[in-house]
């Protein structure tokens, strides 16, 4: 006689499957791929197909021969932290350390907890700030984009970031008008299709906004948690903007440049790290933006998205343990 065992509750049948939802994630970021593409050419191709192969050949190796469990590369979790891995470095990254980022992100950031659903971290952000720290000059020598069959329109191979600009501006005293003049400053329209330095997720904030729509409509993600992030660095940065503009940029910067619109959509998002609650996201997304911009305008980096997700990342069990959601079946009072 076979016997039948059951979970616990709640049990909920549905359609909905976790390789599923990660390969909807994937195909969310296909806009943002071919723009990146478009951008950097072969040295796009060459750092997605590196990062994704080495993530999903550590999974692999890690699940085989150290934990000895059952294989679950195929559920495309791997899939999505390689491409998000990518996203995260510049298009002219050597291989090797591109590798070694991918065995940080898998190793330490997902594999190490056990597997998917139990990292407490962004697996990506944790091996992007690895190799952030562990090669800082490699890791912010930003290719200038040459989109294909355009001529380049300057000699140099690599030059700053928008935010590298402004953060090197302000620390030399000069007006926001001053570093706007910077002929290296990338024009908004630039700045929106993604026609600056950068990383291959800074490429295009049209393109990555497309795909978060994408994965609101097939509810991958709940349209809260970005909103909440993007509208308090849109306040917080326009409150400074409003009381001293010679000194603090206008909040639609901070929006179209750096890789806000990646963490925002794409990485806080992330089911595993992310709070359960609604009121949670919401708390979770408000100390995203607050961070990222204390970052911005008062840090050592430029940037400050990645930092940001991985601190409320660390505060998730406490956001769920206080705000713990309504039992299922269980009668309101």
Known sequence: MSKLIISGSPHVHGDESVSKIMYTVVLALVPAMLVSVYFFGFDAIRVL???????????????????????????GSAVVAG????????????WWILVIGALVTIGVGKMSFGGLGRNPFNPALVGRVFMLISFPVQMTSWPIPKPLFAERLTDAITGPTALGILKEGVGAGKTIDQIMADPHMPAYIDRLIGNMNGSLGEMSAIALILGGIFMIIRKVIDWQLPVAIIATVYVFAGIFHLIDPQHYIDPAFHLFTGGLMLGAIYMATDMVSSPMSMTGKIIYGVGIGLLTIIIRLWGAYPEGISFAILIMNAFTPLINMTLKPRRFGKATS
Do not use: H, M, R
Not at 55 to 72: D, H, M, R, S
Not at 83 to 94: D, E, I, K, R, T
């Open 49 to 75: 197909t590196i990062s994704v192969a080495a993530c999903v050949f550590f999974e692999w190796a890690i699940q085989k021969y150290l934990i000895k469990g059952p294989l679950t590369i195929g559920d």
């Open 83 to 94: 491409v998000l891995l990518a996203f995260n470095v510049p298009a002219n990254l050597p």
